[in-house]
């Protein structure tokens, strides 16, 4: 354990558990306890421990969404000004505007748009990409990846007191206690 | 980059003095030749990075001449020494196509195969380009030298030892300078020699009226046209005219009465696939057939082989004779002996009118000193020369060495002529054995004069000065009597001067202007029929005369021993007698009868190929051990043609050429040496199966129709005229009126084109006409085999044998089948379902309705040909242009773009003639008017089978055309609403039980 | 291990992003001039005379059709061959050595080999008598030659530029007597556009963007 | 496994036997990449493939030197072997995608141990696929035309064609799996970094991840982006093949012209991609270990899958020849009749025995969880594919409308390079992947893992040791 004779900024502390439901009731546990800013880090998806942390809104979905109409329309209005506006050419006499050629390339296009917006919103609301984090320079931290279930009770939340906090998370069963530098 | 214009231009500037053109505009006005149309065409499609260009103008500019405006020149261009009229386009000087002359009467707009190649022949740079002396490159001072120093040894002895020997040729200038010669030297021996040449003609019409003529026939005023093995329409001097008069008595829209034509054939050719009755026969059941014919017109005549193998189709053809009496023509071919053109003769005196529908003609070309004809004439010479006695002989073009019979051994005589001139256009086999090659002018390089089959008479001018150097057959003659004026121009004009009454000048400008003298026609000959005793049949005697099939069956399939067949020469339909050889155009001319190109083939009939044991593709050993002692071999690939007479081999000859060029040698085989000075035309051989085989470059492998009889309605004229609509009878065939697209309106011009079919005789001429204008390249025999052919129209050939198909008097079985022909270009579909398939736009419809194909946007997904019911559609699969030799690109013309690699391209319907039509008509500010427009397969066709025009003209001929009720379109049911429309084939055979 | 990264890689990593975004960029922009040589508008090519339409044209005031005869009749405007040039050049400026080239081209027939200024590709089909008949001005394409001391190109001659005019005509189009005058400019009044387009039968026109238009 | 409570072989499809713990499996599967020695095979292959696959750049660059006359192809018959390899290849690449994104738009569990690699072999297939439309071009080099963008001739991409509504089915298609594939990969990405050792590895790992920290919310919305790919990816399994039989249904030549396609298509598609990934998975589940992470329960759905695809295509099979006479239309009726019987028939029959009758052993579970029958079925089954879309691209061309115009194709020499070329690149591409990759999805075990066995899933001290017995130590 890496304990500092000065005081450090701190990021937050980190709990170390060993298995997701140990992990889960810490996190209950906390937000009894009026913990409000919170990090759960685990090596794969855990139901419902987002909505343990307080949930969040989804906005993925309606990015999704909106990036597929974009495309469409897009794709639609782009072959339609091609076609009929910008060079109308007579092609083996069909029309010019011959709407049902321009479904397939339209529905590629929405498709593309929407898969991309669901792909780039995800890491945009997770803020990723972000290369450098406190978390990282623990070494423990690496097994997040792995086998090991953290929790972090961030230093902005204002319960937040360096000894106290650790106590309590230490009453949580924590495999381990961290301080997690600023 | 060395442009083509820098070759030519000046050489033009030279020539042009003194000509006119036909088209050149009457004010003169100093105008600027530029060269951007000359490198217009070099660098083709999809060039990628434009390089730096020059405009390099002249430094004195010419006259007459607008830059990138085509000029046509009038001249003529000899067809076996005759002439046929053409007018020639030039583009800043360089000749880049050929038309035919519509004031000629043996072209009336129209040409062969041949003339369209000659440009090609012109530019190619194979031609020889110097004068060489035993193999050393010499000059011409040389060659004077060399001839003065013997002028006066020949004059002592009058000029014995002095011998020409010549093709044939009608040239007035030319005949004048020989007998100026003969004058000089009296003792001159002149040979004339022509492989194709038939010595029966002159001799029938001798034996007919006692003094060789030539017969000239008007087909347009026959009924009943009967050919004992002569097909005229093709390779004869007047052929591309009788093909045009035949067919104006063949359309059964007009009034008219309908001809028939019944022909009797021992090769399949052009007239027996148009015929309405044919037969094929053996020669001498040929030669019978006619003997019997006299015999039932009371001809005096020895009695012929009663016995006919095809009895009731004779009986048909009498009863159609004696029904229409006074409108009747037999034709000989030139391969029947002098009988029995003496005989045909004798029946045209009663069958046909003399003066209406034939005359007889003094001789046009130049004779031979031995009037016994042109073989006899070659005999003398080659004892002659092998007795040691020729001293000088100068050969007029020609390639004796090569095409002479094999048993005259003329090689060896030549070798005995201590001093031997060949000019030729070649280096090939008779230069090689001569001391003296002089490279020849092409006719496009010099001045001369020619006769029509009518004995009209044009003048040939140069179009570009010698582009190899070549010198003219009266040059060379003038080296025997040097005159003051030795300049040909100055020499035509001299004689010609001396024809001519008051103002000459005058009058040669207008010649020139018209491409032929008028009043020249040669006036009929009172020819007053005198028929004594007649020989008995030639051919009868032959031991072959019994039929192979009857042989015994034992031996097929196990390698028969030498079986003995009736050997048939025939002129090869693109190289002829071989002078074609080295033009890749003519050799990549799918032969009309079996779409084989790059070679020749044996033609064998099914039964006796079955009787030898082989099949197309397969080779047979031909024998013969007749004349000259020592045994002839000859290896040859086998084709199999259904209406091949059987037990008879027809050989085409002019190919396994040696010396041709790089392009003629070593293709197919050479048929000359097993022909005998005896049987020029039908020799005798052993045949046996070799067990080898050869792989013949197709552009047509199935040449059936599958019971697809849609694609050629086909009907009786009694059928036609109860249901004149057959073609489109029944109601899936109609083009549907419903669709799902709001029509497009085509205001302006509305292209469209008509070919009938019952013109169409399947001459080729269309296709390589519209290689010579749009600059289509060729790709060679192993590419053709590929199935890569470039050519953007095509004859489609089927053997059908559906009831109205099939002639009803032949009662022989074996030849039934008919051969029918079907020329395709692009529809031009308003529907195209081809340019929907096209990612990129580079093949779209116009505001004229033309299916237009845009090379340098195209990049080659080949979706639109797999989407081409019709499969028009041409591709680049390697980069087949030439890119490389200077010649090749100054041939181009400057109007197409020449595409490269990778691109895809068809029919336009010569866009680039549209375009220039329709801007020249725009500076007038008026609209384009019929006629004015005239593509180049329609240009060339001799039967004008095709029509094109503006749909939205109502002077429009491809109106009427439209309008005719056989019109119909290919696969309409697919309605893809094809611009080009066909009228149906209707034949007019003799209803049978007419009798 | 503490971090992978630290700041120094961390930018490292950003600027060298940056510059590989920068690197396509210019790349994108070096082609597109790499295929647009030589048809660069504005620098005129060296010439074996230093041939001055500004002098003859705008000067002397020579009519464009003196040299360039045969605009009004054949797709190529023509380039003079050099004894036009003598029928000044006889008297005028004989010595100066500059015209060197020029006299002995008359004498031994050596032809000048002027730079293309104006070059299209040999896939496209321009026909000058089409366009002057049609009341196109040389100007339009050809701009002021008579402000030109050595000729140069006035215009890109891309197909995007031709299809401007073909598309819209009526501005650029001039009434006949106008068309060869250097100061030719198209009316920007709608009803004498109007006007022009009917007197040139260009109102149905559909067919100026037909691709067969240009390209055989 | 003699002390796992229910042997492998019984267990249910996508079960983990007890006894594997979180850090087990990552260790177990990041090993492949990190410690594992390359093997002779492994190398042997790759040299072969590189080889083979040099040899593959020389015949493209003969080619772009030469144009496609290099080939057997002519006119009538335009399209060889290129489009033929085309829709082999991109056929397959349909496979992977169905098995991640359809299997789990309806939780299939058991794609867990399989999607990674199905969709890395998704992803190189459609990189062969779209490689031959381009190389079959005339002018290659003008492919860009296609695609629509503002330029100096002011022309855009004729849409009316299947070939262009190809190029865009192609790129989205090849995009969405690219993004799809990386969505999955991204924790696992991280799991590598964490373990990384070389600093290089770790960097390049670290780049890659993103930053990845598994928190709750991240895990959360990921789900649901990964949802939402997979359920973007499931439309364009069937739109990308849909359109591709476009380029022959919207044709009209007897043979293309069949409203039956698309399903058609699509079904063969499916077939051979499944074909495919069994093709992979047999030699690497026994080549890595991994035989009780894929297991045979796993192989054993896969083959029924497959099996049921294949009834649809031969269904299509019968239903194609059935209309094609029923129509009456006697052009069709000659083309199906020349299939049988004519020039190309001893070929098509092979197909129909690769497709039809070889496929029928699967009726028996025995054979379904034999690993070498069903491995060589599986090459049966690419070959059987790879020649119907030869016969479907040739037989139709070579007898058309007009006899005339009837030819006939025969392969050159290269076309056969381009063809073994290709697949060696695609082998090639196959052998760096599960090198350098993680080539089953680490996160979706360890969910997997939790779901079985709960909180105990994870408890150290449990047989976690002899699990992971290949980890150093």
């Known amino acids: 354990m890496n304990s500092h004779p000065e005081p450090v900024r701190l990021y937050g502390l980190l709990a170390e558990f060993d298995s997701a439901d140990a992990l889960l009731q810490a996190v209950y546990r906390a937000r009894e306890a009026g913990f409000h800013r919170l990090e759960a880090y685990s090596p794969f998806s855990i139901e419902g421990l987002d909505e343990a942390l307080g949930g969040t809104r989804e906005y993925v979905p309606l990015i999704t969404l909106g990036g597929g109409v974009l495309g469409a329309l897009i794709g639609y209005f782009l072959q339609w000004y091609s076609a009929t506006i910008n060079y109308p050419i007579n092609v083996g006499g069909r029309p010019l505007d011959s709407w049902p050629a321009f479904l397939p390339v339209t529905f590629e296009i929405a498709v593309l748009g929407a898969a991309f917006a669901a792909l780039l919103g995800m890491l945009a609301l997770n803020g990723l990409p972000r290369l450098m984090h406190p978390l990282f320079e623990l070494e423990e931290f690496r097994r997040a990846s792995s086998d090991r279930f953290f929790l972090c009770i961030c230093s902005r939340d204002q319960r937040f007191d360096p000894q106290a906090t650790r106590g309590f998370l230490d009453s949580l069963g924590a495999l381990a206690v961290l301080e997690v530098p600023e | 980059m060395k442009s083509p214009a820098d070759i030519a231009s000046p050489n033009v500037l030279t020539q042009m003095r003194g000509t006119d053109a036909l088209t050149a505009p009457q004010q003169e006005r100093r105008r600027v030749l530029g060269l951007m149309a000359a490198s217009a065409a070099l660098v083709g499609a999809g060039c990628s990075a434009p390089d730096e260009r020059y405009l390099v103008p002249y430094a004195e500019g010419p006259e007459q001449l607008l830059p ?145 003529l030539e017969p000239l026939y008007h087909f347009d005023r026959v009924r009943v046209v009967v050919t004992l093995d002569a097909d005229f329409l093709q390779g004869q001097p007047g052929s591309v005219r009788y093909a045009r008069d035949l067919i104006s008595r063949r359309i059964p829209d007009r009034g008219a009465d309908m001809s028939r034509l019944y022909a009797v054939e021992s090769t399949p050719g052009l007239i ?122 100068l050969i007029l073009d020609g390639n004796p060495v090569y095409d002479a019979p094999a048993d005259l051994q003329f090689a060896s005589a030549l070798a005995r002529i201590p001093q031997s001139l060949h000019l030729s256009a070649y280096v090939d086999e008779t230069s090689a054995a001569c001391t003296w090659h002089i490279p020849a002018t092409h006719p496009f390089e010099q001045w001369g004069d020619l006769r029509a089959y009518d004995g009209t008479t044009s003048l040939i001018q140069p179009l570009i000065a010698p582009l190899y150097g070549g010198h003219s057959a009266h040059e060379l003659l003038d080296l025997l009597t040097p005159l003051q004026a030795s300049e040909d121009h100055a020499q035509l004009q001299a004689l010609w001067r001396s024809r001519a009454d008051a103002d000459f000048d005058q009058r040669w400008r207008g010649w020139l202007r018209a491409g032929l003298i008028d009043g020249t026609a040669a006036p009929a000959a009172s020819a007053r029929l005198q028929l004594t005793t007649l020989p008995a049949p030639q051919f009868a005697r032959s031991p072959e005369a019994q039929p192979v099939a009857t042989a015994p069956a034992a031996a097929v399939g196990s390698a028969p021993a030498g079986r003995a067949v009736q050997l048939i020469f025939a002129a090869d339909q693109s ?190 001429a269309c296709t390589i006409a519209c290689q010579a204008e749009n600059n289509i390249p060729v790709v060679g025999a192993e590419q053709v085999r590929l199935g890569r052919v470039m050519h953007w129209i095509r004859i489609d050939r089927y053997e059908d044998d559906r009831p109205e198909a099939v002639d009803p008097l032949d009662t022989a079985g074996s030849a039934r089948t008919r051969t029918l022909f079907q020329p395709v270009p692009c529809m031009q579909c308003e529907h195209a379902p081809c340019e929907e398939v096209c990612p990129v736009d580079a093949t779209v419809h116009d505001s004229q309705g033309l299916n237009l194909q845009i090379y340098n946007r195209c990049i ?136 | ?205 559909r067919w100026l963007t037909d691709c067969s238009t240009c390209h055989r | 496994m003699a002390d796992s409570p229910t042997p492998v072989a019984e267990l249910r499809a996508g079960d983990i036997p007890a006894g594997w713990s979180y850090r087990s499996l990552t260790e177990k599967i990041t090993y492949i990449v990190f410690y594992r020695r390359s093997r002779l095979p492994w190398f042997t292959g790759l040299a072969l493939c590189l080889l083979l696959s040099l040899m593959f750049c020389a015949a493209v660059g003969y080619l772009l030197f030469n144009g496609p006359g290099i080939w057997g192809i002519a006119i009538p018959v335009a399209w060889g072997y290129a489009i033929g390899n085309y829709v082999w290849w991109i056929g397959m690449a349909q496979g992977g995608t169905f098995i991640s994104a359809v299997l789990l738009l309806v939780s299939q569990t058991w794609r867990r141990s399989i999607n990674r690699s199905a969709e890395a072999m998704t992803l190189f297939a459609a990189v062969m696929a779209g490689l031959f439309p381009i190389l079959h071009l005339g002018r290659p080099w003008f492919f860009y035309w296609l695609a629509p963008y503002p330029n100096k001739m002011e022309l855009w991409p004729q849409w009316r064609s299947p070939l262009v509504w190809d190029f865009f089915a192609i790129a989205a298609y090849l995009l969405v799996s690219l993004m799809f594939w990386y969505a999955g990969l991204l924790p696992d990405l991280a799991s590598m970094r964490d373990r990384a050792r070389g600093r290089l590895t770790q960097v390049l790992f670290a780049l890659a991840a993103l930053g990845w920290r598994g928190e709750a919310r991240h895990w959360k919305r990921h789900q ?119 020039l190309y028939a001893p070929v098509y029959w092979i197909q129909i025995f690769c497709n039809v009758i070889a496929t029928q052993v699967l009726w028996w579970r025995w054979a379904r969880r034999n690993l070498t029958v069903l491995f060589i079925l599986s090459l049966v089954i690419q070959l059987g594919m790879w020649i119907e879309r030869f016969i479907i691209t040739v037989q139709p061309l070579h007898r058309d409308f007009l006899p005339s115009a009837w030819g006939a194709f025969s392969p050159t020499r290269w076309d056969w390079l381009t063809l073994f070329g290709s697949c060696a690149f695609f082998v090639l591409l196959l052998l760096l992947f599960v090198r350098l990759l993680p080539a089953i999805s680490i996160h979706d075990l360890r969910g997997q893992l939790h779901e079985q066995y709960g909180s105990s899933a994870g408890k150290p001290g449990q047989q976690s040791g002899q699990r992971s017995a290949e980890q150093p130590t």
């Open chain 2, 68 to 212: 990138g405006v085509p000029v046509l020149y009038a001249t003529a261009l000899a067809e076996r020494g005759y002439a046929i009229g053409a007018l020639v386009e030039t583009n800043d000087g360089r000749p880049t196509k050929v038309e035919g002359n519509p004031r000629h009467p043996a072209s009336l707009g129209s040409t062969t195969p041949q003339m369209q190649a000659s440009v090609l022949q012109l530019w190619d740079p194979a031609r020889s380009s110097v004068l060489l002396n035993r193999g050393q490159i010499g000059l011409w001072p040389q060659l004077q030298t060399a001839i003065e120093s013997q002028r006066a040894a020949l004059e002592q002895s009058a000029g014995a030892g002095l011998h020409i020997l010549m093709r044939p040729s009608t040239s007035p200038l030319l005949a004048s300078q020989l007998e100026r010669i003969r004058q000089r030297y009296p003792r001159l021996q002149i040979a004339v020699y022509d492989p194709l040449a038939s010595d029966s003609q002159p001799a029938g019409t001798q034996l007919a009226f006692g003094r060789a």
């Open chain 2, 272 to 393: 027996g696939a148009l015929a309405d009755h044919r037969l094929s026969a053996r020669p001498d059941q040929i030669e019978a057939l006619a003997y019997r014919l006299a015999d039932a017109f009371a001809i005096a005549a020895p009695a012929a082989p009663a016995q006919s193998p095809a009895a009731r189709w004779e009986q048909g053809l009498l009863a159609d004779l004696r029904a229409h009496r006074g409108a009747c023509l037999v034709i000989p071919g030139d391969g029947m002996p002098p009988a029995v053109h003496a005989l045909a003769c004798a029946l045209n005196e009663q069958l046909g009118t003399p003066g209406v529908t034939h005359a007889y003609l003094e001789p046009l070309g130049y004779q031979p000193t031995s009037a016994a004809g042109s073989l006899d004439s070659l005999r003398m010479l080659t004892e002659a020369a092998s007795a040691g006695a020729v001293q000088l002989l």
């Open chain 2, 575 to 764: 190289v002829r007698d071989g002078q074609w050889s080295n033009n890749a155009w003519l050799q990549e001319l799918p032969r009309s009868m079996s779409k084989l190109t790059w070679g020749n083939a044996a033609y064998v009939s099914p039964r006796t190929a079955a009787a030898l044991g082989v099949q197309t593709g397969d080779e047979i050993w031909l024998e013969q051990n007749e004349g000259s002692g020592l045994p002839r071999q000859l290896r040859v690939g086998v084709w199999v043609l259904p209406q091949q007479p059987d037990g008879c081999i027809t050989l085409p000859l002019g190919y396994g050429r040696t010396s041709a060029g790089p392009v003629g040698d070593g293709v197919g085989f050479d048929a000359y040496p097993l022909r005998l000075a005896a049987a020029p035309w039908y020799g005798q051989a052993h045949a046996r199966r070799a067990g080898t085989r050869w792989s013949p470059a197709l552009t047509q492998r199935d040449q059936t129709l599958h019971g697809r009889d849609e694609l050629l309605p086909l009907a009786t004229l009694g059928q036609f005229r109860r249901e004149p609509r057959f073609a489109t009878a029944s109601e899936d065939e109609r083009v549907p009126d419903h669709t799902l697209y709001p029509a497009y309106p085509y205001p302006g011009y509305k292209w469209a084109m008509t070919i009938d079919l019952n013109a169409c005789i399947g001459c080729n």
């Open chain 2, 860 to 995: 080659g997904t080949r979706f639109c040909s797999n989407n081409c019911p019709y499969k028009v559609r041409r591709f680049n699969f390697l980069q087949y242009s030439n890119q490389s030799v200077e010649a090749l690109k100054a041939l181009q013309n400057p109007d197409v773009t020449v595409r490269r690699r990778g691109v895809m391209e068809k029919c336009t319907y010569c866009l680039q003639r549209i375009e220039r039509a329709r801007i020249a008509a725009e500076l007038e500010h008026r609209g384009v008017r019929d006629g004015e427009i005239v593509t180049a397969c329609q240009a060339v066709c001799p039967t004008q089978a095709i029509r094109f025009g503006n749909l939205n003209d109502p002077q429009a001929q491809v109106l009427m055309t439209k309008a005719s009720a056989r019109n119909y379109s290919l696969l309409a049911d697919l309605n893809t609403r094809p611009r080009t429309t066909y009228l149906a084939r209707v034949l007019n055979p003799a209803e049978p039980d007419r009798g």
């Open chain 3, 1 to 205: 291990m503490a971090q992978v990264f630290d700041r120094g890689l961390l930018l490292a990593l950003k600027l060298s992003a940056l510059i590989a975004v920068a690197l396509v960029v210019a790349g994108f922009y070096l082609w597109r001039w790499a295929i647009d040589w030589p048809y660069q508008v504005g620098s005129p090519p060296p010439q074996p005379l230093p041939f001055s339409h500004l002098h003859h044209v705008g000067e002397d005031g020579i009519d464009c059709r003196y040299c360039h005869t045969s605009v009004e009749t054949s797709p190529f405007a023509g380039i003079p061959s050099s004894d036009t040039c003598m029928s000044c050049h006889s008297q005028l400026f004989r010595e100066v050595p500059l015209f060197q080239v020029l006299h002995q081209s008359v004498s031994d027939g050596t032809r000048l080999r002027w730079s293309a200024v104006n070059e299209i590709p040999d896939f496209v089909y321009f026909n000058h008598s089409a366009h002057i008949s049609h009341g196109v001005p040389c100007t339009a394409c050809h701009g002021r030659v008579d402000e030109m001391p050595m000729t140069e190109r006035a215009a890109s001659l891309h197909m995007r530029w031709c299809l401007a005019c073909h598309r819209q005509p009526a501005q650029h189009l001039v009434m006949p007597a106008q068309v060869f005058s250097t100061m030719a400019q198209g009316s920007a009044d709608p009803a004498r556009q109007r006007a022009l387009l009917t007197h040139y039968g260009l109102n149905m026109r």
């Open chain 4, 224 to 342: 649901t982006a990964y949802l939402l790919v997979a359920g973007m990816a499931a439309p364009l399994v069937v739109s990308v093949h849909s359109v591709v039989s476009l380029d022959y249904a919207i044709g009209n030549t007897p043979g293309f012209h069949s409203t039956i396609f698309p399903p058609y298509f699509v079904a063969g598609a499916l077939f051979s991609g499944f074909a495919m990934v069994l093709t992979l998975l047999i030699p690497m589940r026994r080549f890595f270990h991994l035989e009780e992470l894929i297991t045979p329960a796993i192989i054993d759905n896969m083959a029924k899958v497959m099996f049921a695809v294949n009834w649809v295509l031969i269904y299509s099979y019968v239903a194609e020849t059935f209309t094609n006479f029923y129509s009456g239309d006697p052009y069709e009726r000659y083309m199906s009749l020349d299939r049988l019987t004519g």
